[in-house]
């Protein structure tokens, strides 16, 4: 890990200290935490340092799409495009674009730098870097881990491999984006092992919320891994 955390513009990642770090230039991030082989029943990632944006208006679709995206048919749903990004559909003309593993968001910085000036073609950008932390929840018990602190259901029965729920998650205000692809069924579980959740938040609760997720995980055996792990799972 670089000493010197001040050159980078990002936080530092939480529960860094004993972990390998992976410098982007603009940030760092974890890659492992000291006994992070594996995902387990349920295991949490902080990827708040990796890419991501927000765009509005009557030509955002347009815009994504015309970057090779796919967009989703309807609000609350969340598409994969083929280079890796997830593309959240959040109202009927806002969008979350969150950054591949493979490329480490490169994609979307370089979407980020083409965009034109706020307002120009009914397209506005959303600095949701700053705005919101992005945490990631895998493992069979997720929905297990979930049900202690949201009141929505969020099992495989009732939660698609597409949807997203905007809803309040240990008492914050939170996006629950569903990701179906993913890692191989993990002992312990419930069968539904290959998915996870992607939760994004306002970011000054990033500490609380992490403390919060950690302990609902504890009486499943869960804990702590890094980017390396996560992008492993999802075969990234």
């Not at 003309?93 to 490329?103: H, R």
Request: charged share 20%.
């Amino acid at each position: 890990m670089p000493a010197n955390l001040a050159t980078h513009r990002e936080r530092a990642p939480l529960a860094h200290p004993g972990a390998t770090c992976i410098d982007l230039g603009h940030a760092l991030l974890v890659e492992h935490h000291q006994s992070d082989e594996q995902i387990g029943p349920c295991a949490l990632a902080d990827l708040t340092n990796l890419p991501r944006l927000g765009l509005r208006g009557k030509a955002a679709a347009a815009r994504l799409a015309a970057a090779g995206l796919p967009i989703p048919q309807a609000p609350n749903r969340v598409e994969r495009a083929p280079t890796g990004e997830l593309l959240l559909r959040l109202s009927q003309g806002e969008y979350l674009l969150l950054g591949s593993f493979a490329d480490r968001g490169a994609r979307v910085r370089a979407l980020e730098a083409d965009l034109p000036k706020a307002g120009e073609d009914g397209l506005y950008f959303l600095p949701r870097q700053d705005s919101h932390a992005w945490f990631w929840l895998g493992g069979a018990r997720r929905a297990e881990v979930m049900a202690k602190l949201c009141g929505v259901d969020l099992s495989a029965a009732a939660f698609t491999r597409d949807a997203i729920a905007q809803t309040s998650v240990a008492r914050i205000n939170a996006i629950v984006a569903a990701d179906g692809g993913g890692h191989a069924e993990t002992p312990g579980g419930n069968g539904d092992g290959g998915g996870a959740y992607h939760l994004l938040f306002d970011r000054p609760s990033a500490a609380y919320f992490w403390d919060a997720l950690l302990d609902a995980m504890r009486e499943f055996g869960g804990g702590p891994v890094g980017f390396g792990v996560v992008a492993a799972a999802h075969g990234q």
